[in-house]
Structures are given as structure tokens and as C-alpha cells.
């Protein structure tokens, strides 16, 4: 007999005005999700941490510790549940980019439930597809890796090796890596990356492309034997660089 065990989504919502909690839970709870709701800083990233979830969604301003701590906090103890922040402004929506956090989406208030559903969603899927790719055979796995050197890129599991040592990414830094990867040689402009990876126009954000850019290659350069793949191309942007012998391309 064959047990499916169908288990429903969980979230956490960070959030201290009580009206858009309850109205973000409303919404997330019609994607058959189970959603806890926190309404301080310290009390998110004690859940962030003690709990699984499917997606945490994350206010800026909150008592206690604001949300950009809490993310980054989350981040460091190299967590990399998906991670949507909520802004009052636009102008916070500036520093929280600026400064780089990790979060994987943002939005600003106000926002509408099918802007929110549709943003949760798009991150369920990514990790709902690896999930899934995990139980696939090798077989089937082999088909959808990148291999440059020592650098291992499986596409269908978004799971990185470098050296056989594996990398632990976030989703943007995953998806940045695995865009330089498909477009080896290629020079890209920040605006270029940021329409390509981000999926939407952020005009003035590019030092956003280069923080993730800095985190990305510390993560990987940090493994002994990493070549630099990522090259700085002066007056454009960036650069994927294969090494010269063993690259094998399959999809
Ligand atoms: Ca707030």
C-alpha cells in the first residue's frame, strides 16, 4: 500500500499591525496553508528558527528588532527558507535593498491578495520542484546538470557542489549563478541581470546586483580550490568564466 501523506504549507507571518496580519493570513490561508502569526521582531526570528516553513513573510518596521535584523539574522544561521519583506514606503523599500539582506522577494504596502498569492506561489513552486527532484533517480538527474571544473550546478534540485562540497545558496544567489552558468563568457550589464534574474524592472537597483554578486562569490571562493567563475568586466558588469578544459553542458 501506498501512504501519500498530503501536508499542508506552512507560513509565518512577522507583522505588529494587527489588521494586516489578520488580512495577510486571510489570503494565505486560502492557499491551503496553515499560518502562524507573530506580531514582534524577536518573537519572528525565535520562530524563524525553532520551526519550519514554507515561506515567512516579513514586515520592516516591527517592536523589538526591526525586520531587516531578523532577516539578516535568519540568513546567518544559513537558513534559506524564502523570505518576502513588506514595506510601508517605497523609500524603505530603498534601504532595505541597499542594504542587501537575503530576502528572496519585496513588497510594498499597499499590496493586493492576488499581488501577495502570486508572490508566495511563484516561491512555493521553486521549492515544491525541488522536493519533488529529490526523490527522481540519478538517471533522470543526470540530464539537467551544469558542469564547469569543479563547480556542479543540478538544475532540477537547485543544488550546488563546488569540489564535491556543497553550497549552501539562496534562491536569487542560486538563480544568479545558474543564469551566469547558462550564458558562460557573456558579459552582462547590472540592468541586464537585474531584468533577467529579479524578472522585474528595478531601475537604480544595480548595486543590488553587485552585493549579491559579493555574497555569491564569497560563498563559493571560500571553498579551497574554487577558481574565480565570476569575473568583474570592467565599464559592463559581470562575466561567467569556464575554465578552459572539462566543460560539459547537458540539458
Ligand atoms: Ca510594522
Not at 38 to 53: F, I
Not at 80 to 90: D, E, F, G, Q, V
Request: hydrophobic fraction near 40%; proline fraction near 3%.
Amino acid at each position: 500500500m501506498i501512504r501519500v501523506q498530503i501536508t499542508k504549507k506552512r507560513f509565518l507571518v512577522v507583522e505588529d499591525e494587527t489588521d494586516i496580519a489578520e488580512l495577510v493570513a486571510l489570503h494565505l490561508s486560502d492557499l491551503d496553508a496553515e499560518v502562524t502569526l507573530v506580531n514582534s521582531g524577536p518573537e519572528g526570528l525565535e520562530k524563524a528558527l525553532s520551526n519550519s516553513w514554507d515561506v515567512i513573510v516579513l514586515d520592516l518596521r516591527l517592536p523589538g528588532m526591526d525586520g531587516i535584523d531578523v532577516c539578516r539574522n535568519i540568513r546567518n544561521q544559513g537558513i534559506n527558507i524564502p523570505i518576502i519583506m513588506l514595506t510601508a514606503r517605497s523609500t524603505e523599500l530603498d534601504r532595505v535593498l541597499g542594504l542587501e539582506i537575503g530576502a528572496d522577494d519585496y513588497m510594498t504596502k499597499p499590496f493586493s491578495a492576488l499581488e501577495l498569492q502570486a508572490r508566495v506561489k511563484a516561491l512555493l513552486r521553486r521549492s515544491a520542484i525541488q522536493e519533488h527532484q529529490q526523490v527522481s533517480t540519478a538517471d533522470d538527474l543526470a540530464v539537467t546538470t551544469l558542469k564547469y571544473g569543479v563547480l556542479k550546478i543540478d538544475k532540477r534540485r537547485r543544488l550546488v557542489w563546488l569540489n564535491e562540497v556543497s553550497v549552501e545558496l539562496t534562491s536569487k544567489e542560486y538563480e544568479l549563478l545558474c543564469y551566469f552558468a547558462e550564458n558562460p563568457g557573456v558579459a552582462f550589464s547590472r540592468s541586464e541581470l537585474l531584468d533577467k534574474v529579479w524578472g522585474y524592472h528595478h531601475q537604480g537597483y544595480e548595486h543590488t546586483v553587485n552585493s549579491h554578486i559579493n555574497r555569491l562569490r564569497g560563498k563559493l571562493e571560500k571553498i579551497e580550490g574554487c577558481p574565480q567563475y565570476i569575473q568583474t568586466v570592467w565599464g559592463v558588469g559581470y562575466r561567467f568564466q569556464a575554465p578552459d578544459s572539462e566543460t560539459t553542458l547537458a540539458s
